[in-house]
């Protein structure tokens, strides 16, 4: 009989899409994978809807791909509630939520397959420029490319008109292939015949004769043997053979001779990086203070209770918020429920994983995106099958598919790495934690030193139960934090190439004393630019208005924007000048400063830069880490990778390089972003207890009030300022921040669309406020022209978002209706974390 569902596909359009199947072989239900045609593709999609209304055109599921479903009933719910609130497709947000490979789709490649001969280009060339430029591309390749490599290359939108009339003439091959779907790694194993097993006398008849005539047979077949009685059969072949040292035609002959047989078993890829643990001890180890304590009791009241409540617990740096969740996740497990812990950054997870799996044994599964995708795969599927009761993952573990979700952490929840920014949906893993904890009854924890002016709010209107560590755990002193005034300290000339003299003395004592030392620089590169000292001219990236940053140990000119990279220019490309200067200091330029400072005061340290650069390989971070825990590094300089989450008890000394980078920028969390990230960083000092931590930051603005409120050690001070200022200029948490940006590859097109949408926002109700459109400060990235539109609810007004909500549709609505090109894109950013 022929049946109708509804397909949410992974592509922007917000709607399902009808498909119809065959049910005399098997049922669909929601939540199951089916691989299904799209025009000239083929995508996968999930069924939402299986009792669909008939459509007579509906066309045939190509494949299903799965015989349970991918996605429980709670999980279709979280993830509509996702798509819904942040202007997504379900079907985008679904694929989200999946590891990558489990969403095979159509990829279409372009291969040539005849010659090119010289007078054929040299002709083409005077009629069809872009499409001899594609020949080109394509003759000066051997085998097949991809559509988008090709577009990329020849720096346009679309080549499908070229590739159209080339096909037609001959020249190339366009394939649409699946690309294949990520499943479960198999290996060959061996085991002991189930007969002979069986059979205690012919066992021994076996081996008896097997000694006598093949001892490497009988030791095979005795290794079998023992693992079948150790409950570790089958055995993996590899495994076997390396542990006896015998061959592979040994243990043919075994399985010909009936003793043994083959099969194909699932095995785990390994999901962690290997190397020495970085734990420094069991948290369990430990002691509870009075106020951890109250903060473990209060929140396991809440586990118990299995109603939804969320807790923000606010802990200065090493007050052991860490320990406090280690206690709950216990209290969570033992009553049969599962828990999930997100981190902000993947920086954090090596040393997290350690503690929690020296805490918990191997009931872990981790999820990240330098994982393999083999490797993420194997702990999702892990999860879902319910093998592990405990998650730690970055923003996108929360999707992870826990049954009986229990308890929700969300470290350092003030990050702005939670907020995914690109690609759809641009959803902030904090807050829809929340809600999956509404969803599943279960107790959510935000953490951190430095919470959110939203999360504080929150918490002091009643919204969340506020738990607060004042101190630190293990007996250690917050560290002393002193600011040097670089303006006064330029007029003393006691600066030497950015380091003060005191910061300087202070790195050279604890190299002396062997106590590690951690310096913040949050810029990656070797220098944000170079610019030429006769003209003034700046390499500039040819598709984004920004400056290339020069890295040196490259020698190259690199955009951090879209990734476009050049060989550093030795000269100026304008004027000729043969000189072009190093403007600036990211943490390539003050390794190299630092090391020949030292260096001049016969100081010998080995210094190590993090950041993403030197990080990029897999292992690479946790190496770093163990080699400065164990002191064979000195010093640490890096971006804000190094600010957060890492508990090394011989680091003594921290040293801001520039605290005034992201003080005055175009943001209005400008301010809140640096206390965050000064605190932070300062929390790295003097954790070991024994030995007293000191920070140093240095700045020319001593006297603003996140300077200040980082000095003071004062949370309380920052955050009353800075609300009575969001307050007045009407930002959250009193107001609903939504982001609206138009881009195209016509400035004049995206700036006349800008105005249209922005007029059908200016006439909705009086608790929505439109700004703009205006011209962003990065106002062109990856070739495409920008503009923004910000639009505000106020909370006073519009208590629950309704009329924000209807505003934003209603203009959606309309915009598309009469002005809606393919040539502008509009993406609509609710809750945005950005104003670049």
Not at 14 to 35: A, I, K, N, Q
Not at 269 to 297: K, P, S, Y
Not at 469 to 490: H, T, Y
């Amino acid at each position: 009989m022929k049946r109708f569902v509804q397909v949410a596909l992974p592509i922007p359009a917000r709607r399902t899409f009808t498909y119809c199947y065959d049910d005399e072989m098997t049922t669909l239900h929601r939540g199951m994978r089916v691989l299904v045609p799209f025009g000239k593709n083929m995508y996968t999609g999930v069924v939402v809807v299986t009792d669909a209304e008939p459509l007579k055109d509906a066309k045939y599921i190509i494949e299903i791909l799965d015989q349970t479903p991918a996605f429980s009933p709670l999980m279709l719910d979280f993830t509509k509630w996702i798509a819904e609130y942040y202007f997504a497709s379900w079907g985008e947000t679904l694929a989200a939520a999946l590891p990558q490979g489990m969403a095979p789709q159509t990829v279409v490649t372009v291969e040539l397959i005849a010659p090119v001969h010289v007078d054929d280009v040299v002709m083409m060339r005077s009629y069809a420029p872009k499409r001899t430029a594609l020949l080109e591309l394509l003759n000066a390749h051997k085998g097949p490319l991809t559509i988008s490599y090709l577009q990329q290359q020849l720096k346009t939108d679309s080549v499908s008109a070229q590739l159209e009339a080339l096909e037609e003439m001959g020249y190339i091959l366009i394939r649409r292939e699946l690309n294949k779907e990520v499943t479960a790694k198999v290996q060959k194993a061996v085991t002991v015949s189930h007969g002979l097993l069986s059979d205690t006398t012919a066992l021994k008849t076996a081996l008896d004769m097997l000694d006598s005539s093949a001892p490497k047979q009988s030791l095979l077949l005795s290794s079998l043997v023992f693992a079948a009685q150790q409950k570790a059969a089958p055995m993996r072949v590899a495994e076997l053979l390396k542990n006896t040292k015998s061959t592979q035609t040994t243990l043919d002959a075994l399985v010909t001779k009936g003793y043994a047989e083959y099969s194909m078993i699932e095995v785990e890829r390994h999901n962690q990086e290997h190397g020495d643990t970085l734990a420094n001890r069991n948290e369990f180890e430990l002691e509870l203070n009075q106020e951890q304590l109250h903060a473990v009791e209060t929140i396991n009241d809440g586990i118990v209770s299995s109603k939804p409540k969320t807790f923000l617990l606010h802990g200065v740096t090493g007050s052991g918020k860490t320990l406090v969740y280690m206690h709950a996740i216990r209290q969570c497990i033992s009553t049969g429920k599962s828990a999930l812990v997100l981190l902000p950054e993947i920086s954090l997870t090596p040393q997290m994983i350690d503690r929690y799996k020296l805490a918990f044994g191997d009931s872990i599964a981790v999820l990240h995106s330098k994982m393999g995708q083999g490797e993420r795969y194997d702990s999702w599927r892990a999860i879902k099958q319910g093998k592990v009761k405990i998650v730690l993952g970055v923003r996108s573990g929360i999707f992870a598919p826990l049954d009986k979700l229990g308890l929700l952490i969300v470290d350092e929840e003030h990050e702005a790495t939670y907020k995914q920014e690109s690609p759809s949906p641009r959803y902030n893993a904090r807050d829809a934690a929340i809600i999956r904890g509404i969803m599943h009854s279960a107790v959510v924890v935000l953490g951190s030193a430095t919470p959110s002016l939203e999360s504080m709010f929150n918490a002091q209107t009643g919204k969340y139960h506020l738990l607060t560590l004042r101190s630190r755990n293990d007996g250690a002193e917050l560290p002393l934090i002193e600011v040097v005034d670089m303006a006064e300290q330029r007029k003393l000339k006691t600066v030497h190439d950015g380091f003060s003299t005191k910061l300087l003395d202070e790195i050279v004592k604890r190299v002396e004393k062997k106590e590690g030392v951690i310096l913040l620089q949050n810029r990656r590169g070797f220098a944000p630019r170079l610019e030429c000292d006769d003209c003034g001219n700046t390499p500039h990236c040819y598709q984004c208005n920004v400056p290339l940053t020069y890295h040196k140990y490259s020698d190259q000119l690199r955009c951090h924007y879209c990734g476009w990279t050049i060989t550093a220019q030795k000269s100026c490309n304008v004027c000729g000048n043969a000189e072009m200067s190093e403007v600036g200091s990211g943490t390539q330029r003050i390794e190299e400063v630092l090391f020949k400072l030292l260096q001049e005061r016969s100081v010998n340290a080995v210094i190590q830069r993090v950041d993403t650069d030197t990080t990029q390989q897999k292992g690479s971070l946790r190496k770093i880490l163990k080699a400065f825990t164990d002191g064979s590094i000195d010093i640490v300089v890096g971006t804000q990778m190094i600010a957060k989450g890492l508990d090394i008890p011989r680091v003594t000394l921290v040293g801001v390089v520039n605290a005034d980078m992201q003080l005055f920028m175009n943001d209005f969390r400008a301010g809140e972003r640096t206390f965050q990230l000064l605190t932070q960083v300062a929390g790295r000092a003097g954790r070991g207890g024994g030995n007293p931590g000191e920070v140093l930051i240095q700045t020319k603005h001593p006297r603003h009030q996140a300077i200040v409120s980082t000095r003071l050690g004062s949370y309380d001070t920052f955050f009353h300022d800075e609300l009575q200022q969001r307050r007045d200029a009407n930002y959250p948490p009193f107001t609903r921040f939504v982001m609206i940006e138009l881009t195209g590859k016509d400035q004049e097109q995206v700036h006349q669309h800008a105005h249209y949408y922005a007029k059908f926002l200016s006439h909705t109700s009086t608790s929505v406020l439109t700004l703009g459109p205006s011209k962003p400060s990065v106002d062109r990235v990856r070739g495409l022209y920008r503009r923004m539109i910000i639009v505000k609810g106020i909370k006073s007004e519009d208590p629950g978002g309704n009329q924000l909500r209807h505003a934003l549709l209603t203009a959606a609505s309309a915009y598309h209706e009469k002005h809606a090109t393919s040539a502008v894109k509009v993406t609509v950013d609710i809750d945005s974390f950005s104003m670049q």
